[in-house]
DNA sequence: AATTTATTGCAACAATGCTGCAAATAATAT
DNA sequence: ATATTATTTGCAGCATTGTTGCAATAAATT
């Protein structure tokens, strides 16, 4: 599916900026910062339209937002067909990239009384398997 | 053991605005945010010092940080009698507090060929006992 | 082509966090 | 007790991430 055929589907207004972040981050084989989605994009646009058009395409449930630490935040595609509703995500220390481990769900964890549990985040964090062989 | 005897048996100088972080998260039930911990602290101390006293606390091993979302870090009391190892911690999108889920530990991922885990950080959102209870 | 509605860009602001440097303080030796 | 040394503090300044209000602009609709 086309970045266009994404908004129109979630009944959105098909700017530029939108469709330049859904095309950027679809191509991309890992999660991406703000900053590696704007190098990678045509246009040039103002920082609060980027923010803007993040917390849109999250809100639509089109992209999801990865928060690595308080200094470092990723952006990956919300893809039914190869990212599984709960999947973990990989941080490798070394050369600092966030991948989806589409493979890898979240599992169950049992509360304590009185708790509900409405979603939890796995981040795990090591060293990719690019930057293992490279050692 | 107090906030003092930490500082000396982690070989630290002993100020007064670590001890006062120390004293403040050790009778914490929750962890707290940096301006929590400065309103219930005595002295007044500039903001580079809380980070820097932070940093080290952390180094050592004395506190550790819950990073919720990158607009919104707490700190915790590492307690090797209360605190597992690696536990999970829960985030209350009500109340916005965050426990240390002490009887709650990490689980296993079984990660892809190449790579290496190293630490894996489980934040469970939803709503907490005493949110639940209110509604 | 005109209207309506949502989005953009700008300016300003807030929060978190870092660095260099001089002054102050803690631990140690005298 | 006092002097010395090493660490820590406070200040100024800066960077990054993110938000808000408002007027200008662009998209979808009539």
Known sequence: MKPIDILNKHDMKRTSCREGIIEVVMTASQALSENE???RLAGN???TTFYRSFKTLEEHNIIHKIVVNNQLVKYA????VTHKNEHTHFFCNKCQSVKCMDDVPVQKYQLPDGYSDNKTEVLIKGTCANCKTEE
Not at 77 to 80: A, V
């Open 77 to 80: 595609l919300n893809n039914s």
């Open 37 to 39: 989605i704007r190098e």
């Open 45 to 47: 646009y103002d920082r």
